[in-house]
């Protein structure tokens, strides 16, 4: 028995969104001191940052995937007549 994976897919898309929105709010000198407190040096702290808000915003996309708006938050409004 096959078990479909769409509502999984969604939920975990969900998840990854709500994730991804809280990981957003931290401020860069949040970031800087969370590494540092790690131990890292700021060149590789630096690498490290990078990367992860580009996880993040990769995580927000992924959120208006699993919601159902697949065209994205800024495109919608433009296809919208008033």
């Given at each position: 028995?096959?078990?479909p994976?769409?509502?999984?897919?969604?939920a975990f898309?969900?998840?990854?969104?709500?994730?991804?929105?809280?990981?957003?709010?931290?401020?860069?000198?949040?970031?800087?001191?969370?590494?540092?407190?790690?131990?890292?040096?700021?060149?590789?702290?630096?690498?490290?940052?990078?990367?992860?808000?580009?996880?993040i915003t990769?995580?927000?996309?992924?959120?208006?995937?699993?919601?159902?708006?697949?065209?994205?938050?800024?495109?919608?409004?433009?296809?919208?007549?008033?």
């Amino acid at each position: 028995m096959s078990v479909p994976l769409i509502g999984v897919s969604r939920a975990f898309g969900q998840v990854v969104a709500w994730a991804s929105e809280l990981m957003g709010q931290l401020s860069d000198r949040q970031w800087a001191d969370a590494f540092r407190a790690g131990g890292y040096q700021p060149p590789v702290a630096d690498r490290f940052i990078r990367r992860l808000q580009q996880k993040i915003t990769d995580g927000r996309r992924l959120g208006d995937v699993a919601y159902g708006n697949t065209l994205g938050p800024w495109l919608l409004p433009l296809l919208v007549r008033r």
